[in-house]
């Protein structure tokens, strides 16, 4: 039963996630640290979610990260990500990864070169195609990722995004219907990995010895993450939809409410 989180009142189960130690707050990046936009790169945390995350990120036994759909790469430019970064990432829906202190890591173990150069191929022949297939429908985009490929429709009418999707599935199942297919909000997303966002967090959990996770998302792929979630963690919807999170709220900035309840309980227990 997933229930609307009230700001003005004392919440006992967002309190006692508060208090757990190690605790890992994990967030989808689109529409949940950050409004939803037009041009995908163009999208930034809200002030307040990003001051909000600093200040978790400055506690013990507290790991912050974003979990995303976004290749690395376009995970780290969006989320001002640098080098010195205490913010853990796990981008292409949990097929890869950054560690504070590590860097970039290949948490997968030994891959099959040959496979992966042939996907690589095969991903830069399909993104020339679709490109180029996308031309026939104004306002569509093609983001280019790093293991697979992303349509998004926010900039187009509704029927020219639905004959787009229709016209790249058509695409998809003939040259590679080996390839995970995602939908979202305004968004048709094909990769050659299978790993869903439950990946993520169970790396997560396992690489900070977490004792709770707390996770926050808007989209249908998020929802993979948030039936990872066990007894004492907490899922967090961000908008409409139908969930597995216990919480549902409105918006990113009370996403931000959200996460500066947590730290206010958090740094209280240190003094």
Request: proline share 5%; glycine share 8%; aromatic share 4%.
């Given at each position: 039963?997933?229930?609307?989180?009230?700001?003005e009142?004392?919440?006992?189960?967002v309190?006692?996630?508060?208090?757990?130690?190690?605790?890992?707050?994990?967030?989808?990046?689109?529409?949940?640290?950050?409004?939803?936009?037009?041009?995908?790169?163009?999208?930034?945390?809200?002030?307040?979610?990003?001051?909000?995350?600093?200040?978790?990120a400055?506690?013990?036994?507290?790991?912050?990260?974003?979990?995303?759909?976004?290749?690395?790469?376009?995970?780290?430019?969006?989320?001002?990500?640098?080098?010195?970064?205490?913010?853990?990432?796990?981008?292409s829906?949990?097929?890869?990864?950054?560690?504070?202190?590590?860097?970039?890591?290949?948490?997968?173990?030994?891959?099959?070169?040959t496979?992966?150069?042939?996907?690589?191929?095969?991903?830069?022949a399909?993104?020339?195609?679709?490109?180029?297939?996308?031309?026939?429908?104004?306002?569509?985009?093609?983001?280019?990722?790093?293991?697979?490929?992303g349509?998004?429709?926010?900039?187009?009418?509704?029927?020219v995004e639905?004959?787009a999707?229709?016209?790249?599935?058509?695409?998809?199942?003939?040259?590679?219907?080996?390839?995970?297919?995602?939908?979202?909000?305004?968004?048709?997303?094909?990769?050659?990995?299978?790993?869903?966002?439950?990946?993520?967090i169970?790396?997560?959990?396992?690489?900070?010895?977490?004792?709770?996770?707390?996770?926050?998302?808007?989209?249908v792929?998020?929802?993979?993450?948030?039936?990872?979630?066990?007894?004492?963690?907490?899922?967090?919807?961000?908008?409409?939809?139908?969930?597995?999170?216990?919480?549902?709220?409105?918006?990113?900035?009370?996403i931000?409410?959200?996460l500066?309840?947590?730290?206010?309980?958090?740094?209280?227990?240190?003094?």
């Amino acid at each position: 039963m997933t229930r609307r989180w009230n700001p003005e009142e004392p919440d006992e189960t967002v309190l006692a996630l508060a208090r757990t130690s190690p605790l890992v707050i994990a967030l989808d990046f689109d529409g949940t640290a950050s409004e939803l936009v037009g041009d995908p790169m163009a999208a930034r945390a809200v002030p307040e979610v990003a001051d909000a995350l600093a200040a978790l990120a400055a506690l013990p036994e507290t790991t912050v990260a974003f979990v995303s759909g976004r290749s690395l790469v376009h995970l780290r430019e969006i989320t001002e990500h640098h080098d010195g970064s205490p913010v853990a990432l796990a981008g292409s829906h949990g097929a890869q990864y950054w560690f504070p202190g590590e860097g970039e890591v290949d948490v997968a173990g030994a891959a099959d070169t040959t496979a992966d150069v042939d996907a690589d191929e095969l991903r830069e022949a399909l993104s020339d195609e679709i490109e180029t297939l996308l031309g026939d429908f104004p306002g569509m985009r093609l983001e280019r990722k790093t293991l697979g490929l992303g349509i998004h429709g926010r900039r187009a009418d509704p029927v020219v995004e639905q004959r787009a999707f229709s016209a790249v599935d058509e695409v998809m199942a003939q040259r590679a219907a080996h390839w995970r297919r995602r939908t979202g909000d305004r968004i048709l997303e094909y990769s050659s990995r299978h790993e869903g966002k439950d990946v993520a967090i169970t790396r997560l959990r396992e690489k900070y010895d977490a004792a709770a996770i707390l996770f926050a998302g808007d989209d249908v792929t998020d929802e993979d993450a948030l039936r990872a979630l066990r007894p004492g963690d907490l899922g967090v919807r961000v908008g409409p939809g139908e969930t597995a999170a216990a919480l549902r709220v409105d918006s990113p900035q009370q996403i931000a409410q959200l996460l500066g309840v947590i730290a206010t309980e958090r740094a209280s227990r240190r003094e």
